[in-house]
């Protein structure tokens, strides 16, 4: 079966330092790759995707996301974390050819300490 | 641009009645629509996929009778839970698809909290 596997449950990180939330996938061919964040009671929103091309992908509010092929992983990344930034972060692939469906990772809750 | 909004934000509901939840896309047509359920601190579980004019299409497990999928235009997709109980309190999201190449971006909406009592 296909799936994305996010392997930490909570990540801790203090303010002003880099942060790394990891994603693998185990999904057919070269699927494309997504990073959502959900804040409580709130829907997700998007924050960056891989298509092709470049490995390093820029998104919203300071995130990037490094595509890895041979490691088929996605981790997101930020250089100096904010307190605000502490929310669930969702990895999700699509795989080609599968129209809009979406396969997602189990979740990562990100929390900033001041 | 690509905004999904979802009625109501939350509801809550005596066990037996039924609930409607609406799915619009304000400022795009959407080629496909997406239900999800949100147990939680869990991830997204995908119900239904819904194709403007046709049936849905359920993922298995999913009672079809029991979440009915309703979508009349390229804007709008309803859920309804039908004899609602306790066990359907969950947060339920959905998600309308933009075509675009080479793929179909989709827009989440914010959710809709269903606790049935």
């Known amino acids: 079966a296909q799936s994305v596997a996010q392997p930490e449950d909570q990540v801790n990180v203090a303010e002003g330092n880099p942060l790394t939330v990891k994603c693998t996938y185990s999904v057919s061919g070269n699927p494309y790759l997504f990073w959502y964040v959900q804040y409580p009671n709130r829907g997700l929103q998007f924050l960056l995707k891989?298509?092709?091309?470049?490995?390093l992908v820029k998104g919203s509010y300071g995130f990037e996301a490094e595509f890895n092929k041979s490691q088929t992983s996605f981790h997101l990344k930020k250089p100096s974390a904010l307190v605000s930034d502490s929310a669930l972060y969702f990895c999700a692939a699509n795989p080609r050819g599968a129209t809009n469906k979406l396969i997602f990772g189990t979740g990562t809750l990100l929390a900033v300490q001041p | 641009g690509a905004v999904v909004s979802q009625h109501p934000s939350w509801v809550i509901c005596k066990s037996g009645t039924s609930v409607k939840i609406e799915c619009r896309s304000l400022?795009?047509?959407?080629?496909?629509m997406f239900w999800y359920r949100q147990f939680p601190k869990q991830s997204l579980m995908l119900m239904a996929t819904?194709?403007?004019?046709?049936?849905?299409?359920?993922e298995q497990g999913v009672e079809k009778d029991k979440f009915l999928i309703n979508h009349a235009s390229l804007t709008l997709s309803t859920l309804t839970v039908t004899s609602a109980h306790p066990e359907d309190s969950s947060f339920y999201i959905c998600?309308?698809?933009?075509?675009?190449?080479?793929?179909?971006?989709?827009?989440f909406g914010p959710g809709t909290r269903l606790t049935v009592l």
């Open positions: 400022d795009f047509q959407a080629t496909t």
């Open positions: 891989y298509i092709t091309g470049d490995n």
């Open positions: 819904s194709n403007e004019g046709s049936k849905a299409t359920y």
């Open positions: 998600s309308a698809g933009r075509a675009r190449v080479p793929y179909n971006e989709q827009f």
